[in-house]
């Protein structure tokens, strides 16, 4: 089987031997919407500090795969463990995705006027400060810390209205990372950008494997682009995920 232009097989027995423990292990998941199944007996694994990156054309269940790992969505059958723990009740899901930096497709810039800082401060609502508790000296430290790990530090009290698409791009990678996650997750995350900024993707994504040694898992239709970053690729393709020889 080929899909854009790549070899692929069945993904079973996905793990990466010699490479534990497992961030992500889902078993025998289907899932969908209403009787409509989008992903059916799905078993993937992510090691720790391993990057894949899952292909598949539009509708496929990239994002709906997302979904379930994040706890979501539940899936109609099957186990989900995110750090060896089983999502299986509302507090373990909620539990899972403060480990996750997430990172979605679509973007909204905003019409109000926000400094990149405070944009980046919102990635620490609900793990530090919510409600009347209020962001502490460390919070921002660690946006500060942040915004200079993806070169942003200068930008720091721009408005955010006025960045670049990779600007913007970068911004939202580093709300996501200041949650100090130990999986971050990107959706399709060169949609908006230009030639540049689509360049310079896998150099961010390479300084942050090796600055935070995160496990990463991104969406992309692109997979060549992301070769010199990503450990391996999947494809999602009639709710069946196979291997891809990048």
């Given amino acids: 089987m080929t899909f854009c232009g790549l070899r692929v097989g069945l993904a079973e027995g996905l793990e990466v031997m010699g490479l534990s423990p497992k961030v992500v292990e889902l078993s025998?998941?289907?899932?969908?919407y209403a009787r409509q199944?989008?992903?059916?007996?799905?078993?993937?694994?992510?090691?720790e500090g391993e990057c894949c990156a899952i292909l598949g054309e539009n509708g496929a269940g990239k994002t709906t795969l997302f979904k379930v790992i994040m706890g979501l969505l539940i899936p109609w059958s099957g186990c989900v463990r995110i750090l060896g723990r089983e999502l299986d009740t509302a507090g373990a899901r909620g539990w899972a995705r403060r480990q996750i930096g997430y990172v979605p497709q679509a973007r909204s810039d905003g019409r109000l006027p926000i400094q990149v800082h405070d944009a980046v401060?919102?990635?620490?609502?609900?793990?530090?400060?919510?409600?009347l508790r209020r962001p502490s000296s460390s919070d921002r430290q660690l946006v500060i810390?942040?915004?200079?790990?993806l070169g942003l530090g200068e930008l720091a009290l721009s408005d955010c209205r006025e960045l670049s698409g990779g600007q913007k791009q970068r911004v939202a990678i580093a709300?996501?990372?200041?949650?100090?996650?130990?999986?971050?997750?990107?959706?399709?995350?060169?949609t908006y950008l230009d030639v540049a900024a689509r360049d310079n993707?896998?150099?961010?994504?390479?300084?942050?494997?090796?600055e935070l040694g995160l496990s990463v898992l991104v969406i992309s239709h692109d997979a060549k682009s992301l070769g010199k970053v990503i450990d391996r690729?999947?494809?999602?393709?009639d709710g069946t995920l196979y291997s891809a020889q990048v």
């Fill in 175 to 190: 709300r996501a990372l200041v949650r100090k996650p130990q999986l971050l997750l990107l959706d399709e995350p060169t």
């Fill in 37 to 47: 199944e989008v992903l059916s007996s799905i078993d993937f694994s992510l090691a």
């Fill in 28 to 32: 025998s998941i289907s899932a969908g």
């Fill in 201 to 210: 993707l896998p150099e961010l994504l390479s300084t942050i494997r090796r």
């Fill in 121 to 131: 401060l919102l990635g620490r609502w609900g793990t530090s400060f919510a409600g």
């Fill in 233 to 237: 690729a999947v494809v999602l393709q």
């Fill in 145 to 149: 810390e942040t915004l200079e790990l």
